[in-house]
């Protein structure tokens, strides 16, 4: 049952993607008797993280529930206090983390605080999907830089215009909508100064 509602937090995640940088958009799942009791996704940017979200939607339901979280809950004070605060509150006896956070203002420290308040925690699960799931957070974190994503639309021959000059479309309506949700997602787009009118 733990892979069954971890997978439910990280698709409650992506309804948070491109919408709360510089926070990761991380994905919490309280299950009670075996049941979803409530889900939370990460907020914008100075608003409620997932767990504090999904917690609030639960109420005093929470109490003895388990969590399922993506990413490990922060345990610092930031736009918004600890989440480890808010779950040790709540009275959650379980937590199933993902993945652990590297921020080196997380790393380990959120599953230890709330292992030392006596809730079980669990860690490691999906890994590789939810790094892949939050690759632009974890580059920024890891690699201190931000995640590029180069896009381009070139003809089979390598062109992106006629011999002309003249520019056409080259792309079809289903790759443009593709590149509109990705720029959707993130924080800058680099464009020649020509090709933004």
């Known amino acids: 049952m733990d892979r069954y509602f971890m997978k439910l937090?990280?698709?409650r995640a992506e309804k948070s993607r491109g919408k709360c940088?510089?926070?990761?958009f991380v994905g919490a799942v309280i299950v009670k008797d075996g049941k979803t009791i409530?889900?939370?996704?990460?907020?914008?940017y100075g608003y409620?993280?997932?767990?504090?979200v999904a917690l609030k939607a639960a109420g005093e339901a929470a109490r003895g529930a388990t969590m399922y979280v993506s990413l490990e809950p922060c345990c610092h004070h930031g736009k918004t206090p600890p989440c480890?605060?808010?779950i040790?509150?709540?009275?959650?006896?379980?937590?199933?983390?993902g993945i652990t956070d590297p921020n080196p203002l997380v790393a380990g420290k959120g599953i230890a605080a709330l292992r030392a308040a006596g809730i079980a925690?669990?860690?490691?699960?999906?890994?590789?999907?939810?790094y892949e799931q939050l690759e632009y957070y974890l580059c920024y974190i890891n690699k201190k830089r931000p995640f590029v994503i180069w896009k381009m639309a070139l003809s089979l021959d390598g062109k992106?215009?006629?011999?002309?000059?003249?520019a056409k479309w080259i792309s079809n309506p289903a790759s443009r909508r593709s590149v509109h949700k990705l720029r959707a997602e993130v924080e800058v787009v680099l464009a020649g100064i020509r090709s933004v009118s």
């Open 88 to 97: 040790i509150k709540a009275g959650i006896k379980r937590v199933v983390v």
């Open 160 to 166: 992106y215009a006629a011999s002309d000059g003249s």
């Open 21 to 24: 940088s510089p926070n990761p």
């Open 38 to 44: 409530a889900e939370g996704s990460t907020m914008p």
């Open 48 to 52: 409620d993280h997932a767990e504090v």
């Open 9 to 11: 937090a990280i698709r």
């Open 84 to 86: 480890t605060d808010a």
């Open 121 to 130: 925690v669990e860690s490691g699960f999906f890994e590789q999907e939810i």
